[in-house]
């Protein structure tokens, strides 16, 4: 890990997004004590707890495959870190208890694990981490085993659950729909390194970077070229023809890579806009994605399946406009992915 420098607010719930490999895993298991560090610091309410075993840092930790002993109930996995440091059974009841109610299990203590469903288990797997007070409760990748509607549901959950109690969380995903669903800010990560910061709607309307805006949805990233920036507006040359975008937060260089989401792709009847193609249907249900070329360049754009005036089919020559207020700007030699 190089140049890696987080700071979470009391209460808030911060993602760490990125590739497999890039090092969220290894953030997570050195704030737990699970793993050592050469260089650095690690503070938790201002004291540094770098030097503190796991069991001393008041962190709690969700794994990925929950981690629950599959022999023991509901009640003794919840228990088990309090009667390992041997916690009056008074307290151990009345903690547990606590625990269960805090993530709507009341009732599940006598059961086995095999005997709940994933998202129950998850729970579980939370209420033994919230036993122990946490300071800071660590989740790592922990909805990756659910199937897609179960993850849709447990995730909401778990950000009620979260914003309920106020536990500060840092919580680990490659999935950006889970990143920008749960999270007040989203740390995007590549090579141990942490691409940018902010707000889900930051990070996806104004990517610091090419790779972030890859990582993070779809993106057309197009060569263009600034013009001139008139009345408040940047002009740029763009496939041909000449569009004005937001001026940028920094000085730009005039080449530069246009950056659009395919929401900002606008198809029309031929003669409204750029003369394309439509190459390839995908229908996604809710969308349907098109793959169309402007002289030789493939743009992708989406628009509702439901209540289209007109159905556009493969080979079809439309009219392709932008979104301009959508226009996002990066400087082209800073823009490597």
Request: net charge negative.
């Amino acid at each position: 890990m190089t140049d890696f420098n987080l700071d979470l607010a009391p209460g808030e719930f911060v993602t760490l997004l990125g590739p497999s490999g890039c090092g969220k895993t290894t953030v997570l298991r050195t704030l737990a004590g699970l793993e050592d560090f050469e260089s650095g610091e690690i503070l938790l309410d201002s004291r540094s707890i770098a030097r503190l075993p796991a069991h001393h840092r008041r962190i709690g930790l969700v794994f990925q495959n929950y981690a629950l002993f599959p022999h023991m109930s509901v009640f003794e996995n919840v228990a088990y870190s309090l009667r390992l440091r041997r916690v009056a059974e008074a307290t151990v009841r009345s903690e547990v208890a606590t625990a269960l109610a805090a993530v709507g299990l009341d009732d599940y203590g006598p059961r086995l694990p095999g005997q709940l469903s994933g998202g129950q288990q998850q729970r579980v797997a939370v209420a033994r981490a919230l036993v122990m007070h946490p300071d800071l409760l660590l989740f790592d990748e922990p909805l990756s085993n659910l199937d897609a509607k179960l993850r849709v549901q447990v995730r909401s959950e778990l950000r009620r659950l979260q914003r309920r109690l106020g536990t500060t969380a840092l919580f680990v995903t490659h999935d950006q729909d889970e990143a920008m669903s749960l999270s007040d800010r989203i740390a995007v990560m590549k090579s141990g390194r942490i691409e940018q910061v902010g707000a889900p709607e930051e990070i996806y309307a104004r990517p610091a970077t090419l790779f972030v805006a890859q990582f993070v949805g779809k993106v057309n990233a197009l060569p263009a070229g600034v013009v001139g920036e008139p009345n408040g507006k940047v002009e740029i040359e763009l496939l041909g023809t000449r569009v004005r975008a937001p001026v940028p937060s920094a000085t730009f260089p005039k080449d530069v890579l246009a950056l659009l989401r395919p929401e900002a792709i606008t198809l029309g009847q031929p003669g409204e806009g750029l003369p394309g193609r439509v190459e390839e249907i995908e229908y996604l249900g809710d969308l349907t994605e098109y793959r169309v070329r402007v002289g030789d360049t493939v743009l992708t754009a989406v628009r509702s399946a439901l209540g289209d005036s007109w159905r556009i089919r493969e080979g079809d020559q439309v009219g392709v406009g932008f979104k301009e207020q959508t226009i996002h700007l990066l400087p082209r030699s800073d823009s490597n992915a």
